[in-house]
Antibody, heavy 114, light 112 residues
Framework: EVQLVESGGGLVQPGGSLRLSCVASGFTFSSYWMSWLRRAPGKGLEWVATMNQDGSEKYYVDSVKGRFTMSRDNAKTSLYLQMNNLRGEDTAVYYC???????WGQGTLVAVSS | DVVMTQSPLSLPVTLGQPASISCRSSQSLVYSDGNTRLFWFHERPGQSPRRLIYKVSDRDSGVPDRFSGSGSDTDFTLEISRVEAEDVGVYYCMQSTHWPHTFGQGTKLEIK
């Protein structure tokens, strides 16, 4: 059974940082593109970032470029999202997802507020 | 960015009746390999989104056959042949042909 388990969310002040993690199991992690997506309160889904199998290709939505960095450790079957200089508009539930959104984690809440 | 426009945004449906959601893209979604990277997702309250349809019309494993996707180029439709109570929630289309990937605004299906 495919499982994606996110962690690392929490309450942070504007300008602060957080690092999200996603541990994958039930599939060959190193063979798949992986993504981070989010849903802000009262808003729709937003794709945030995507990375290829070996991390050599990364794509980010404009609103997070220069602030968020996606990485992965295939040996640990883990995905990461380093979020710096956080803003109020980054408040959302963050999900990791396997290629094309075929599987999603349960999400982790990031709240940016003073 | 490719803009995905869904309609309607609210969809009240009687149990057992059909439902249809439209999704239009601002650019063609045909990828260089000939595939069209258009997906449909369903999000129930308090749950993670679930993918229903990939590449316009292919149903994901375990998705009931009352769900079907169709369309081409810039115009796509998700149809539910007979709505059941478990179908309530928000439906999203999403394209991954172009960077950044983009979602429609979501269509909230409720039971009348």
């Amino acid at each position: 059974e495919v499982q994606l388990v996110e962690s690392g969310g929490g309450l942070v002040q504007p300008g602060g940082s957080l690092r999200l993690s996603c541990v994958a199991s039930g599939f060959t992690f190193s063979s798949y593109w992986m993504s981070w997506l989010r849903r802000a309160p009262g808003k729709g889904l937003e794709w945030v970032a995507t990375m290829n199998q070996d991390g050599s290709e990364k794509y980010y939505v404009d609103s997070v470029k220069g602030r968020f960095t996606m990485s992965r450790d295939n040996a640990k079957t883990s995905l990461y999202l380093q979020m710096n200089n956080l803003r109020g508009e980054d408040t959302a539930v963050y999900y990791c997802a396997r290629d094309g959104g075929v599987n999603w984690g349960q999400g982790t809440l990031v709240a940016v507020s003073s | 960015d490719v803009v995905m426009t869904q309609s309607p945004l609210s969809l009240p449906v009687t149990l057992g009746q059909p439902a249809s959601i439209s999704c239009r893209s601002s650019q063609s979604l045909v990828y260089s390999d000939g595939n069209t990277r258009l997906f449909w997702f369903h999000e129930r309250p308090g749950q993670s989104p679930r993918r229903l349809i990939y590449k316009v019309s292919d149903r994901d494993s375990g998705v009931p056959d009352r769900f079907s996707g169709s369309g081409s180029d810039t115009d796509f439709t998700l149809e539910i042949s007979r709505v059941e109570a478990e179908d309530v929630g928000v439906y999203y289309c999403m394209q991954s042909t172009h960077w950044p990937h983009t979602f429609g605004q979501g269509t909230k299906l409720e039971i009348k």
